[in-house]
C-alpha cells in the first residue's frame, strides 16, 4: 500500500515540494509528501532550500516594484539602462 502512494520517490517528494509553492497539493499529496519528508532528511533539506529559493526570488520581484528599482519613475533613462543592464549581465554570469 505505501508504495502505492509513492511515499519511497525522492524524486517524486522533490518534485510535489516544489508544487506546493506553486499550487495547492491534494490531501493524497500533502500526505506522501509529509511521510517522505518525516523518513528523508535528504529531501527534507531539499525542500527547505526549494522555499528559501521561493522566499529570495518574492523578496527580488518586491523590490523590483519599489522606489529605486528600474522600474521607478524618478530614476534618469541612462539609470534604468545601467541598471538593466547590470541585471542582465548578473544573470549570464
Known amino acids: 500500500m505505501w508504495r502505492e502512494i509513492g511515499i519511497f520517490s525522492c524524486r517524486q517528494a522533490t518534485r510535489l515540494a516544489s508544487d506546493r509553492l506553486d499550487r495547492q497539493l491534494t490531501v493524497l ?9 518525516a523518513l528523508c532528511g535528504t529531501c527534507r533539506a531539499c525542500a527547505r532550500q526549494l522555499r528559501a529559493i521561493d522566499l529570495f526570488a518574492r523578496g527580488l520581484l518586491k523590490a523590483t516594484k519599489q522606489p529605486g528599482s528600474a522600474d521607478d519613475p524618478s530614476l534618469t533613462p541612462e539609470a534604468k539602462l545601467r541598471m538593466t543592464e547590470a ?3 548578473a544573470r549570464s554570469g
Do not use: G, V
Open 29 to 37: 499529496e500533502r500526505l506522501e509528501l509529509a511521510i517522505h519528508l
Open 87 to 89: 541585471i542582465s549581465k
